[in-house]
Nanobody, 125 residues
Framework: QVQLADAGGGLVQPGGSLRLSCAAS????????VGWFRQAPGKEREFVAT????????VYSESVKGRFTISRDGAENTAYLQMNSLLPEDTAVYYC??????????????????WGQGTQVTVSS
C-alpha cells in the first residue's frame, strides 16, 4: 500500500504563497487519484482539490479555484499543492490522500483510503 508523507506547511502572510508536497513510499501515485483536504480549527475536514491521474481530470473547491494548483511529478511519487494569494481563511491542517474515486465521490473523504499525517498552514499578518 502507498504510504503518504505531506510537508511544506508554515506561517505565511495574507497574499503569500506556499507549496505543499505529498511524497509516496511503498508505491507510486500511478493509477490513483491524489486529493488534498483541509481541516480548520473547530470545523470538519473539507475537500480542497483532486487530480484523478497525471494529466487527467482535476477538480477544485470553489473557495480555492484560481488560487491553488494541484500537480504530480513525472515519476508519480510526489504530488504538490501550489497555493497562491493565500487568505486567513485558508488556515488549516492540510492532508493529502489517495484513492480511486468516481466523479460522483471525488469530493468525499470516504473515497480516499490512504492519508498523510497533515501539515499546518497558517495565514496571518
Amino acid at each position: 500500500q502507498v504510504q503518504l508523507a505531506d510537508a511544506g506547511g508554515g506561517l505565511v502572510q495574507p497574499g503569500g504563497s506556499l507549496r505543499l508536497s505529498c511524497a509516496a513510499s511503498g508505491g507510486t501515485f500511478s493509477g490513483y487519484a491524489v486529493g488534498w483536504f483541509r481541516q480548520a480549527p473547530g470545523k470538519e475536514r473539507e475537500f480542497v482539490a483532486t487530480n484523478r491521474w497525471r494529466g487527467g481530470t482535476t477538480v477544485y473547491s470553489e473557495s480555492v479555484k484560481g488560487r491553488f494548483t494541484i500537480s504530480r511529478d513525472g515519476a508519480e511519487n510526489t504530488a504538490y499543492l501550489q497555493m497562491n494569494s493565500l487568505l486567513p481563511e485558508d488556515t488549516a491542517v492540510y492532508y493529502c490522500a489517495v484513492g480511486r474515486p468516481i466523479m460522483s465521490t471525488i469530493r468525499k473523504e470516504s473515497a480516499y483510503y490512504n492519508w498523510g499525517q497533515g501539515t499546518q498552514v497558517t495565514v496571518s499578518s
